[in-house]
Every structure is written in structure tokens, then in C-alpha cells.
Nanobody
């Protein structure tokens, strides 16, 4: 089994910064893409940012230029640096990872439990 544990959420004023971390553990052979998604009350879960094992990144238009995703492959950890936060960034942020658990090519998708980010105006 694989676990993803997020940390770093909290309450911040508009214009402030937060850094989220997500550490993967368990039966991991390798990790392909890792990323962050968020879900605001009454809305669907949406992509925030993803990063491949090689470091290629993808961002939602709403966070480009403000958020930066990175990863430490040795630590099996993905980070999300969030700057210039806005009230509309308020949501539960979820970590996601595509994990290989053995020598075969099949990957399994896992989610973290989520961490609350609240941005006050």
C-alpha cells in the first residue's frame, strides 16, 4: 500500500505565501507524475499543478506565475510554493501521485487526505 501525507496548509492573509508538502511512503518502486489538485466548497476538484519525474511542469492558468511545483525524488516528496495568495485560492488541496509498485509498467493512482488552505481578504 502507498500513503500520501500532506502538510503545510493553514490560514493566511491575501498576498501571503504558503508552502505545501506531500510525502509518499509504502510499497513504492518509482513515482511518475505527482501533483496538486484543489476543491473549493460547492465546486469540483480541479488541477492546480503537476510535475513529472523528469521535472516537466504543468499549471492551471489561474495559478501561473504565483505557484511553483517542485519535487525531491530521493525523498519521494512533492512541494507547492504558493505566493500572492488570493481569497479564491481557498480550498482543500490534495496531493496526487502515479506510482509503480513493481517492475511492471502498470501505475496506480493515489490521493492524499487533503489539507485546508484558507486565504482571508
Amino acid at each position: 500500500q502507498v500513503q500520501l501525507v500532506e502538510s503545510g496548509g493553514g490560514l493566511v492573509q491575501a498576498g501571503g505565501s504558503l508552502r505545501l508538502s506531500c510525502a509518499a511512503s509504502g510499497s513504492i518502486f518509482s513515482i511518475n507524475a505527482m501533483g496538486w489538485y484543489r476543491q473549493a466548497p460547492g465546486k469540483q476538484r480541479e488541477l492546480v499543478a503537476t510535475i513529472t519525474s523528469g521535472g516537466s511542469t504543468n499549471y492551471a492558468d489561474s495559478v501561473k506565475g504565483r505557484f511553483t511545483v517542485s519535487r525531491d525524488n530521493a525523498k519521494k516528496t512533492v512541494y507547492l510554493q504558493m505566493n500572492s495568495l488570493k481569497p479564491e485560492d481557498t480550498a482543500v488541496y490534495y496531493c496526487n501521485a502515479d506510482v509503480r509498485t513493481g517492475w511492471g509498467p502498470r501505475t496506480y493512482n493515489y490521493w492524499g487526505q487533503g489539507t485546508q488552505v484558507t486565504v482571508s481578504s
